[in-house]
């Protein structure tokens, strides 16, 4: 809830033992000019400013600030303070700031931050498309933004042949599909396409490669089928090594469609691929420059074909005895 929150606490005072201004602490509220808010001893007199704790605030994400625009908020934020104040001045006690741990992972985050930083820098800072540069990448990619030929069907699917033959003679007496589908539902017999249980036998709208290999059979007649007419025979497919028969009326199609640039879904897609794309396009060039100028070379042959030989490390309670 508060600006120690966002790093683990522990590696924060870490990272703040190594800072070589530091020496205790508390020294940077001891040192800080304003209003006094809050103190405690501990190794001398520990304070926190008013000024402190609105900066702090400020670097908070927005939503977090809103948390503490009143008296009562700010009241809990410089309890928090405190307490974190104590805890971190409990672990230099405890000289948690030298625990080579601690110290190995401030090194990691660090380094992840500088990495972090001249990537922006170099790249992130250069990654400035216009929406011309969207267009021409939408034109370069329309065949990703095509909604294929699509049908939506009142389907039953089951798994034992002789029921859905049953079923099947029932539909072709003339019950409708919609009722027999929700009967099947009710006692938990549909499976696959048409099985969902919010809308029992409705596929809604499918593509000819939206169910796995196998299907094929199915997709094909769904797709030639009259609409409004039940399909003149139960269609067996198998999947996985598994039977499945399927029954169906056609009850919707429609033709493929180019979706337009200006569809929201499309804009938002193409915005971010082309982002992407330019970024790992420019990543890839900084990178290159970069081992250009440091003439950098690789030993391909000094890496083992088969085996990758074993690190070997020992642990600290582990004692090594020279060979004799």
Known sequence: MFKYSIIPIMLLFAILATLPFISSCADKAISADGTVIAEFEWDGKQRITLEEMMQEI?????????????????????????????????????????????????????????????????????????????LAYYEANKADYVRPEQVRLMCITLKDKARADAVFAELKAGKDIAVAAQELSDRGELVGPGSNPEAPGDTDYISRNTY?????????????????????????????????????????????????????????????????????????AWLLQLRERAEVKTFIDRIPEDEVPEVKTETPTEQTTPEK
């Open 58 to 134: 400020s670097e908070l994400p927005d939503y977090k600030q809103r948390l503490y625009k009143d008296k009562e908020g700010l009241e809990e934020y410089m309890t928090l303070m405190a307490e974190s104040r104590l805890i971190l001045c409990l672990a230099k006690d405890k000289k948690l700031n030298e625990d080579p741990e601690i110290l190995k992972k401030v090194q990691d985050y660090l380094l992840d931050l500088m990495v972090d930083r001249i990537t922006e820098q170099e790249v992130d800072a250069k990654l400035i498309l216009t929406e011309n540069d969207y």
């Open 212 to 284: 796995h290999p196998g299907t094929e059979p199915f997709m094909e007649a769904a797709f030639k089928a009259e609409l409004d007419v039940l399909h003149p025979s139960v269609i067996e497919v198998e999947v996985q090594e598994e039977k499945f028969y399927m029954m169906f009326i056609k009850k919707e199609a429609r033709d493929e469609y180019q979706r337009p640039f200006t569809e929201e879904a499309v804009r938002k897609s193409v915005v971010r691929k082309a982002q992407r794309e330019k970024r790992d396009a420019l990543m890839a």
